[in-house]
């Protein structure tokens, strides 16, 4: 076949190619296996065997809808694990673009999975606060005055579990969803300023800037976009097993299920860049014709 | 059957993929609608959850304890005052305030929480202590090359330009991690559009899952 013609392949069989990848992983699970990174490990192992039942962790819902397919996963791993453990949750949302909208849902979505929790004794969603550094700086002085009611518009002050929790120094842990930068002023800002172990949750493009931070110890773990959040899944199921049944219901988007795709996708990619550059250098070791 | 929300999603989700095949009409339309829907969310969720809360049941409510809030709901009142010609110089006050105070903020934020803890954990020990020192030593190199070459007051020549070669293929590194993740996460969005496509509206439309 004439390699240049090879070559100038429409890009558009390409996309064919990934749909095709993409779409026949989610109707035919595979189910390919997942191993664990030592900073989900560390995160999973900070919820685990540093906090007690009872203690308060603070997860905030810093992604939209944009990135839901990669946070959303992560959320309700991180829910599920602290529900299981025994431990209060307070929700808040920075991201204005669906920060409140994700939280809502995916606090929904887990809550009945626990029939036995109790809002506002076991958890609690305040809703969402504009300005997030101004609002993370005052947090530290008074969440009760950033967050001056709850969702249902009951005032903070009278919610049985938010009566002993009025600063930082109320909680154990702050877990971050997030998309661009509020994650890493949870980091360079509450852990730095005010030394609230954070553990970060962000998109994978933004992964690898907050491993500088992981390494500097000013986060106590990181789930690295859907990979991050397919191990986190794995060492929860593994912990708890009757989350398995929740994690195996038909229909239902677990980061596990895809990673299975996101496999498929990159063996395709691969195959097409080294496709790409053998008949790229098959076509330069050719000597060329005079014009 | 997939109900009327689903529908909409999905046809919005294959007016945006159309530009895959070449710019259309449905997609610009979709494109607008994310626009415009967005903007309405972002005006509706700040009035509802912040100045609601934090401005006006306050100010309603306990005035006497709570008159300061003015101040703060006059600067942002005051930062409207631009789209009038004749009083518009009031709205670069508010602004000052604003900018003077993540100035503030930000000053620190990055002194405290990135400056000093990231050059802190590059002063790393180098006397051998096992494979762990090793990581060290690429972790010095990589950071002082890289700094070389980003060191434009001397020409990169001789030893600085030897430097500044390893340096480059530090950053190179760095960028191909970055771009895989980068990869990873657009292919984690398509999967999630994809997902939606496939078990929400294409799957209980041929009633093959509930």
């Excluded at chain 1, 500097?216 to 912990?239: D, P, T």
């Excluded at chain 2, 895959?20 to 509802?48: C, H, M, Q, T, W």
Aim: charged share 15%; glycine share 10%.
């Amino acid at each position: 076949m004439n390699l240049e013609r090879i070559m100038q392949v429409d890009r558009r069989i390409i996309y064919l190619f990934v749909a095709a990848g993409t779409i026949l992983p989610i109707i035919f699970v595979i189910g390919l296996p997942v191993s664990i990174t030592p900073p989900v490990q560390m995160a999973f192992d900070r919820i685990e065997n540093q906090l007690n039942p009872g203690d308060v962790v603070l997860v905030s819902f810093d992604y939209g809808p944009s990135s839901a397919p990669e946070n959303a996963p992560m959320a309700d791993a991180i829910l599920r694990h602290c529900f299981s453990k025994g431990i209060k949750v307070i929700v808040i949302a920075f991201y204005p673009l669906g920060g409140l909208s994700e939280a809502v849902n995916e606090l929904n979505t887990v809550v009945a999975e626990f029939p036995d929790l109790e809002y506002g004794v076991d958890y609690v969603n305040l809703g969402y606060k504009d300005g997030a550094q101004a609002a993370m700086r005052k947090m530290n002085e008074n969440i009760h005055e950033v967050f001056p009611t709850d969702l249902r518009g009951t005032p903070t002050g009278e919610i049985p579990m938010m009566k002993n929790v009025k600063t930082y120094a109320d909680v154990k842990l702050c877990v971050t969803l997030a998309t661009g930068i509020i994650g890493e002023w949870w980091a360079n800002l509450v852990n730095a300023q005010f030394g609230l172990p954070v553990i970060v949750g962000p998109t994978a493009v933004s992964a690898p800037k907050y491993y500088a931070y992981l390494e500097a110890k000013q986060m106590v773990g990181l789930l690295g976009g859907l990979k991050g959040a397919s191990e986190y899944e794995r060492l929860v199921v593994n912990k708890y097993p009757h989350l398995a049944e929740v994690y195996a219901t038909p229909g239902l988007y677990t980061a596990t299920k895809g990673m299975d795709v996101q496999s498929i996708v990159h063996l395709i990619m691969i195959a097409f860049i080294l496709f790409g550059n053998v008949v790229y250098f098959t076509g330069k070791r050719k000597p060329r014709k005079a014009a | 059957m997939p109900s009327l929300g689903t529908w909409l999603a999905a046809f919005f989700t294959l007016c945006m993929l159309s530009f895959l095949y070449k710019d259309n009409p449905f997609f610009r339309i979709a494109e607008s609608f994310f626009a415009g829907l967005s903007l309405g969310y972002y005006i509706g969720i700040v009035a509802n959850q912040t100045i609601k809360p934090n401005l006006v049941l306050p100010l309603m409510q306990e005035f006497s304890t709570n008159w300061h809030l003015l101040f703060a709901g006059g600067l942002g009142v005051m930062l409207y005052f631009r789209y009038i010609k004749r009083v518009a110089w009031v709205s670069r006050w508010a602004l000052a305030v604003y900018v003077g105070y993540y100035v503030g903020v930000n000053m620190m934020q990055k002194l405290h929480g990135e400056v000093l803890p990231q050059v802190g954990d590059t002063m790393l020990s180098l006397n051998w202590a096992g494979i762990g020192t090793l990581w060290n030593l690429i972790m010095v190199v990589g950071v002082l090359s890289v700094l070389i070459y980003f060191y434009f007051s001397a020409e990169h020549k001789g030893a600085v330009g030897g430097i500044s070669r390893v340096g480059i293929w530090f950053l190179m590194v760095s960028f191909g991690a970055a771009f895989g993740y980068t990869v990873m996460g657009r292919i984690s969005l398509l999967i999630g559009r994809m997902v939606f496509l496939v078990n929400e509206w294409a799957r209980p439309l041929i009633g093959l899952i509930t």
